[in-house]
């Protein structure tokens, strides 16, 4: 393992439940690792998995998706749709041999500061067991 490598970490989070869990994290002076760059979209149910792979081809190391508990997306469903296209890009990264686990899903709601602190540190930490994103040294060269 290269202590030296710092991952690069997409985190996805919807407008509404996972961006208050960042909120949340904030307001209670919870820190998670500065690598970790968050990115709101307004629901995860509308993310493309060809957003996911392109974060990837471009040198993420791995990404994160978060968004609201059943029952309490603010589009009816969405966290629906979500999880079955992080599902399908998790098979599409497995097909490939780039490895399904650079891409997580975590429900967090909007008061779970320390589930989206946790979540973030503890994939940090994952990928810096995987090590760097196989596609960095294809895109590279």
Wanted: aromatic share 10%.
């Amino acid at each position: 393992m290269d202590e030296e490598f710092e991952p690069k970490l997409l985190y996805i989070l919807c407008s509404w439940c996972g961006s208050g869990g960042s909120e949340s994290a904030r307001a209670h002076g919870l820190k998670y690792p500065a690598n970790v760059l968050p990115y709101r979209v307004n629901c995860t149910g509308s993310l493309p998995p060809v957003h996911i792979l392109r974060a990837l081809l471009e040198g993420a190391d791995g990404v994160a998706v978060s968004g609201c508990y059943p029952g309490d997306c603010h589009y009816e469903g969405g966290n629906y749709h979500a999880r079955r296209r992080v599902a399908l890009t998790k098979a599409i990264l497995e097909a490939l041999d780039l490895g399904e686990d650079r891409l997580w899903f975590r429900f967090v709601a909007h008061g779970e500061g320390r589930r989206f602190v946790d979540t973030a540190a503890e994939f940090n930490d994952h990928l810096k067991e995987l090590g760097p994103n196989p596609l960095n040294e294809i895109t590279t060269t």
